[in-house]
């Protein structure tokens, strides 16, 4: 099967398309290489993927539509699964224009390109975040996702607007993956997991905000790639609900949560970044950030439905494999 994934030299991208390329698959990879964080990480990811020969490459922005369009219908992929995206809840507030740019403008001519395309399937990647000032937990897809509380879940919520219309106006099977905390190796430099365990080898205190009190339903990188690849070839049929489904009643579109559903404690997190590192952690207690939900629980009925019981790796068992790569790649 021919596989266009957006975003392969990002930390998700990377691993799926490892996966699909593993399985067989060819897959066209289209990525802006930003400067978000360390390209270095990025070039290194990207050379990774460039072993497989079945694997192409192409350097370019979402907002390149002319690009986009042209690398899409080259590329003759029978399913879409876009990932690429300006990432980060905090790094919105101080780079609005970016999210906007990237979020919303690039995701909307990536759909532009789709609906020119006619792929079996569209995923499009979306987050946690968009259920916002939510306080009722689990967080379930049929629940209402109309308070963002930072902008990079109001673009989020917005591609997924978007999305829908095109699914519906263009009969285009289109599956929304609200992603829940990802983590593992190859993460990106801006997450917590990163970010402590830098500091911890360095001998500097970490941050933890909300007082330690917030609670994220980790999802370990393997996990996650396992969940999209069962969910690839289920692409939504109008009219053909599951019991408490999402399924849109006007459109081939379906929002997903894509997650463990055992949401944990940050210090607990912590606890296992300490057992990983053999130290422990000076730990800073900070108030609640901006744009930073307290807790995040995913309701996981509608996945297991979908793809059957969900794999769920031990953050235990996940943090020590980051701390692993994290040691081999930096050389630490």
């Given at each position: 099967m021919k596989i266009f994934v957006t975003g392969t030299a990002g930390f998700i991208g990377y691993h799926l398309a490892q996966r699909l390329l593993d399985a067989g698959h060819a897959v066209t990879g289209f990525d802006g290489v930003t400067d978000y964080y360390d390209v270095r990480l990025k070039r290194a990811r990207l050379s990774g993927l460039a072993n497989y020969p079945a694997f192409t490459a192409i350097e370019g922005r979402l907002e390149d539509a002319e690009?986009?369009?042209?690398?899409?219908?080259?590329?003759?992929?029978?399913?879409?699964?876009?990932?690429?995206?300006?990432?980060?809840?905090?790094?919105?507030?101080?780079?609005?224009?970016?999210?906007?740019?990237?979020?919303?403008?690039?995701?909307a001519n990536l759909l532009e390109a789709a609906r020119a395309h006619k792929p079996a399937h569209l995923l499009f990647a979306s987050t946690s975040s968009v259920y916002g000032g939510n306080t009722k937990m689990p967080f379930c897809e049929l629940d209402a996702a109309d308070a963002p509380i930072?902008?990079?879940?109001?673009?989020?919520?917005?591609?997924?607007?978007?999305?829908?219309?095109?699914?519906?106006?263009?009969?285009?099977p289109t599956t929304m993956l609200r992603f829940f905390t990802v983590y593992g190796p190859w993460g990106r430099p801006d997450m917590a997991l990163f970010k402590f365990v830098a500091a911890m080898l360095e001998g500097r205190a970490i941050d933890i905000y909300g007082q330690g009190e917030m609670r994220r339903d980790f999802t370990y990188i393997d996990d996650l790639i396992e969940a999209i690849v069962r969910i690839m070839p289920l692409a939504p049929v109008r009219g053909m609900p599951l019991a408490g489904d999402s399924l849109s009643p006007v459109a081939p579109y379906r929002v997903v949560n894509v997650a463990g559903g055992h949401p944990e404690l940050l210090m607990d997190f912590v606890r296992a970044i300490e057992a990983a590192l053999g130290k422990k952690a000076a730990c800073r207690m900070q108030p609640l950030q901006a744009g930073d939900p307290r807790d995040t629980s995913a309701d996981t009925t509608l996945l297991r439905a979908l793809i059957g019981e969900v794999q769920r790796t031990p953050i235990t068992s996940g943090v020590a494999k980051f701390v692993d790569w994290y040691r081999q790649f930096y050389g630490v």
């Open positions: 690009l986009l369009t042209r690398s899409l219908q080259g590329a003759e992929a029978d399913i879409i699964v876009h990932l690429a995206a300006q990432a980060g809840v905090r790094y919105s507030i101080e780079q609005p224009q970016s999210y906007i740019s990237s979020n919303l403008v690039g995701s930072s902008l990079y879940a109001a673009t989020k919520k917005g591609d997924e607007a978007m999305a829908h219309a095109y699914a519906h106006l263009f009969d285009m």
